[in-house]
């Protein structure tokens, strides 16, 4: 039984830490979440082209609604949601190792290095939840790494950073 138990914790722990995305919250420790049951969602911020959007809103409902929270008009919380992007180069280099040249595997010769870049820009979704009474901030969802030149990966991406960032919310009910 022990044996089975630690096959299913170490299949967990690998599952869960191969995302490609980095994914934080954070939360007002005062807020008290049983309270809200609906939510609007305001994309004023929301720079993305409409397929994208509609992918964000639509999963970000989705999720949202699986919390147990309903969209209306007067809302316990707005849903705030913006996206944005980088541009991000990598430098690799190869290094050789050992000596080359005369005498078999050892002696003196030349080895080169080789150094090249590449440049993609990286994506990332932020949700803030606001307490609509107070009109302050009490969740906010960061998620980062998405392929936003690749039109098939942002696809797939996109709903699963969004399902990523909703699965902390709410603080202390970890699926």
């Given amino acids: ?43 004023d911020d929301l720079k993305l082209n ?6 964000v809103l639509n999963e970000l409902s989705k999720q949202l609604q699986m ?3 309903q969209p209306g008009e007067n809302p316990d919380l707005i849903v705030n949601v913006k996206a944005n992007h980088k541009k ?12 080359w040249g005369w005498g078999g595997g050892f002696g003196w010769g030349i080895g080169m290095n080789r150094t090249w870049t590449s440049n993609y820009n990286e994506g990332a979704i932020i949700v803030d ?11 906010q969802g960061i998620g980062s790494g998405i392929s936003v030149d690749r039109p ?13 960032i909703m699965a902390n919310y709410p603080p202390g009910m970890k699926k």
Avoid: H
């Avoid at 409409?50 to 992918?55: A, E, P, T, V």
């Fill in 67 to 69: 919390k147990g929270l």
């Fill in 1 to 43: 039984m022990k044996k089975y138990i630690f096959i299913l914790l170490a299949a967990s722990l690998g599952l869960s830490s191969c995302s490609p995305f980095q994914v934080r919250s954070d939360y007002a420790q005062t807020a008290n979440f049983t309270t809200y049951n609906t939510y609007k969602i305001r994309i």
């Fill in 152 to 164: 098939k990966a942002k696809q797939k991406q996109i709903p699963q950073i969004v399902a990523e």
């Fill in 129 to 139: 939840l606001v307490d609509s009474r107070s009109q302050k901030l009490v969740w």
């Fill in 88 to 99: 991000i180069t990598d430098i690799n280099s190869t290094n050789p190792y050992g000596m």
């Fill in 50 to 55: 409409d397929i994208d959007k509609d992918r």
